[in-house]
């Protein structure tokens, strides 16, 4: 068959599903947008709202302070002083009775000096300049409004900081018989309102929009593919096949050229390393005996058993090999590991506390695997501690599986970090494959378990396995 009328007869159903999946997503986006300039609305007006809800509030903490508080200390003790613990008791009283069940987070009220003369919290009481602009507008009797918000830069551009607040700045009157609040200023009052859960509620129905909307426009393109693909999937099956099969090929040749240049990059390095390595051996013997200082064979070995290493790991991470399960006891393989490392350990200021179950099952490992797989986690926990520190080693048991759970008090992990680790080649050391944990992962997965990394809240990383006692489990 010709292909070219193939393509032809493509063609109209290709167009039909671009322009269709384009109006899907412009549909899509066009709900975002109005959803949002909506949530922007709402926003607005709870904002409005909570201004004319504090007005209300200062209207009437005003009217009570002026005839339960003020007429009735003037008459008492002639004049006003909230540092008296009478007159504060007494006015504390009657700003959170009045307060009582509204949603008011914090309460300040200031003298003509700008003193605080009253606070919910109580250091603040007597400190002055506080205020800022907000106060010397009220105290010409204006009511000033403020809208603080903390978070980072992305919650405080979805709508959904941390943190945000109203603080209303309003002047306190005397009144006059007759009169309602139209004497002179006598103080000034400054009321914070949270609204951080009103904002939270109202995003939370703007995601709601949106998901329904992501929802609907799902359906109607799951309904476009299915009559696009009838139309164009005989058309284009033979196209898929070849594909497929090409890429398959592809893909073992790939395979086959990197097996290959594995095993020539293990011959033709491996063997003339060991070569300088014994030769350098046999160097610092001989040198020695005449010039003990010389530290040249000795750095010679370590960079060739560094080289051997990181060999060794490019192999294991390339061409990792199956398990051989066995019935293996976890804690067993762990203190060869701890007993291999004890120099180190002892030498750099290091010391392991083991918490081991009682009674643990066995699990089907390869425990040379498991070996390799323990000995990577513990020189990392090791490595992250370079003045010493203590490693924690627990092993606890299930009904289906073994945790393993190793703790360290290094610096942990930064955050935007976390999702790379597991990248081959990716590392923060200055001298490292960035395969180590690539190679632990590798084995836990072919045993059937799983490998986590966290960073603690008291400080340090944690490495936590999960091996299943029963493979299929």
Not at 381 to 386: G, I, T
Request: glycine share 6%.
């Amino acid at each position: 068959m010709n292909p070219e009328p193939v393509v032809e007869k493509a063609k109209p159903f290709r167009l039909l599903k671009y322009f269709s999946f384009a109006s899907l997503i412009v549909i899509f986006l066009g709900t975002i947008v109005l959803s949002m300039l909506n949530i922007h609305w709402a926003r607005d007006m709870q904002r409005k709202k909570s201004e004319d809800y504090a007005l209300l509030l200062i209207e009437n903490l005003n009217h009570q302070i002026f005839l339960q508080f003020i007429i009735p200390m003037l008459h008492k003790y002639k004049k006003i002083q909230t540092g008296n613990k009478e007159q504060f008791e007494r006015l504390d009283k009657i700003v959170r009775s009045t307060l009582h069940s509204f949603k008011v987070d914090t309460v300040n009220i200031y003298g003509m000096d700008h003193a605080v003369s009253y606070s919910f919290d109580k250091d603040l009481m007597g400190q002055k300049d506080l205020g800022g602009t907000g106060y010397f507008k009220a105290r010409e009797g204006q009511s000033v409004f403020r809208q603080i918000q903390r978070g980072n830069f992305f919650e405080i551009l979805l709508g959904i900081p941390k943190e945000i607040k109203i603080i209303t700045f309003a002047p306190i009157r005397a009144e006059k018989p007759l009169s309602h609040l139209s004497g002179p200023v006598i103080a000034v009052i400054e009321v914070v309102q949270d609204l951080s859960q009103e904002y939270k509620t109202m995003f939370r129905f703007q995601i709601f929009v949106i998901i329904t909307s992501a929802g609907v426009m799902s359906v109607l393109a799951l309904v476009l593919i299915l009559v696009v693909k009838r139309g164009e999937g005989i058309i284009e099956k033979r196209a898929r096949e070849r594909l497929r099969l090409k890429e398959q090929l592809s893909r073992a040749e790939h395979l086959s050229t990197i097996g290959e240049m594995v095993a020539g990059i293990s011959h033709e390095i491996r063997n003339p390393l060991g070569i300088i390595r014994s030769s350098a051996e046999l160097l610092m013997k001989k040198v020695a005996s005449y010039d003990p200082s010389n530290t040249i064979p000795g750095i010679i070995i370590e960079e060739a058993n560094r080289l051997n290493s990181i060999i060794t790991d490019f192999l294991n991470f390339a061409r990792p090999r199956s398990p051989n399960f066995m019935p293996c006891r976890v804690e067993e393989v762990l203190e060869k590991n701890i007993t291999y490392l004890s120099s180190q350990i002892l030498e750099q200021g290091h010391t392991i506390h083991k918490h081991f179950s009682e009674s643990l099952p066995a699990v089907m490992a390869d425990s040379a695997m498991l070996y390799q797989a323990f000995l990577n986690i513990l020189i990392n926990a090791l490595q992250s501690m370079q003045t010493g520190g203590k490693i924690n080693v627990e092993i606890n048991s299930s009904d289906s599986l073994v945790l393993i759970a190793v703790q360290d008090e290094g610096d942990g992990i930064p955050e935007d970090l976390l999702e790379k680790i597991w990248d081959p080649f990716f590392t923060t050391k200055e001298k490292g494959t960035g395969l180590g944990l690539g190679i632990v992962k590798n084995i836990i997965e072919s045993h059937g378990g799983t490998v986590k990394i966290e960073n603690r809240s008291s400080g340090g990383a944690q490495v936590t396995l999960g091996l299943p006692l029963r493979q299929g489990d």
